[in-house]
């Protein structure tokens, strides 16, 4: 109950609920901390006091609690450990998230697959060749359940026994667009619906950037398809680069509307081309050797090295190869002093990077 309240709250975001948590403990101390503790948070002032104070919200919750139990929805906090992990290390992911399916969030490869809306031949048939050959890495497949690139990519991801998810930007009593109904009932069997907004909310153009977010922060990589130079997918692809993640695009000629923001987004270094599934593999690591060093085989550290370049060396010891975004998490780094330590352990050639953001011992 506290969790829904706290995420309904207006004029307070992700950033500084989870600020709210972080100060406060917990969601329920957030609405029960005294007025002069609240006031000490930074970037609480009067205004937001007066929202906190105001327990109206907590009717609201109690109706999404109800909802959630009918339809057998799960609600995931933040702080929960089925939270996906990829999100959760986004600053602005979304506090609380509703899931209605039947698939891990935290797949081993996730892969958002974007694009326009008014899709051409081109575009549909490279969806279809992509998906197709994915089939052999069985990746999650991620997209926004619109039409065109979207609509296709989960299509595809279906016909070709791949789990695939739709993040919308509504609640999850309805389905928009209405025609792709059916399609999301078997992506609930196989994959599933996942969205920040309670029951209730309609599909406003200013939910779609948040969406948005969703779909870059869940993957491990991001794929525009074709997009026009102001479309919604090249909004995703920034996303995708400022959470540190590979971003894809397919380019297409020059003079093509559709594939313009493709082009736009390889030429300003935005995103690797791919031309076809093994530059996605060769970039990504996917097809490195899987041989494995010998049980016994024991590998001496340096002695110099400092407390937190030990931590990260054992991490990876330990778990071979490891993508930057998992070796902040097993560390509990900020990306930031991670990325410092990472260098320094680069220069003195303890570590080594592959393609894909991932790190392992030299």
């Known amino acids: 109950m506290h969790q829904i309240a706290l995420s309904c709250l207006p004029g307070i975001g992700p950033v500084l609920a989870r600020n709210l948590i972080s100060y406060c403990g917990s969601p329920e101390e957030v609405f029960k901390i005294n007025e002069t503790r609240l006031r ?31 339809y057998k929805i799960n609600a995931l ?51 279809r060749e992509l998906l197709a050959g994915l089939k052999i890495h069985e990746p999650l497949i991620i997209s926004g359940l ?12 279906l016909k070709n026994s791949l ?77 995708a680069n400022s959470y540190n993640r590979d971003v894809f695009a397919y380019p297409g000629r020059i003079n093509d509307e559709y594939s313009s923001g493709c082009n736009h987004l390889i030429k300003t270094n935005r995103a690797n ?15 490195k050797s899987s041989v494995k060093p010998p049980a016994n085989q024991q590998l001496i550290l340096p002695m110099d090295l400092s407390d937190d370049e030990n931590l990260i060396a054992n991490v990876l010891m330990n778990k071979g190869d490891v993508m930057v975004d998992d070796l902040a998490l097993m560390t509990g780094f900020p990306q930031s002093k991670l990325a410092v330590h990472i260098l320094g352990m680069e220069m003195k050639g303890i570590i080594v990077g592959m393609p894909g953001k991932v790190y392992k011992l030299a």
């Open 146 to 157: 619109a039409y065109g690139i979207d609509f296709l990519s989960h299509k595809e991801a």
């Open 163 to 239: 789990a695939t998810v739709g993040i919308m930007a509504h609640g999850l009593d309805r389905i928009y667009p209405a025609q792709h109904r059916s399609l999301a009932e078997k992506m609930i069997a196989d994959g599933g619906l996942l969205t920040e907004f309670i029951s209730g909310t309609v599909p406003d153009r200013e939910n779609f950037p948040k969406r948005n977010r969703i779909i870059a922060g869940l993957a491990d990589v991001t794929i525009v398809v074709e997009a026009n130079i102001k479309g919604g997918a090249l909004i995703t692809a920034e996303l």
């Open 40 to 70: 000490k948070i930074p970037g609480i002032g009067p205004k937001t006091v007066e929202v906190i104070r105001n327990h109206s919200v907590f009717d609201r919750a109690e109706k999404e609690v109800s909802f959630i139990e009918k």
């Open 273 to 287: 081309l791919i031309t076809k599934l093994a530059d996605l593999e060769y970039i990504l690591g996917w097809m």
């Open 77 to 127: 906090f933040i702080t929960d450990d089925k939270y996906p992990k990829r999100l959760k290390n986004c600053s602005d992911a979304p506090v609380m998230l509703y899931f209605k399916g039947n698939t891990n969030l935290d797949s081993e490869k996730v892969i958002s697959i974007v694009g326009t809306r008014k899709s051409t031949e081109y575009g549909k048939d490279i969806c």
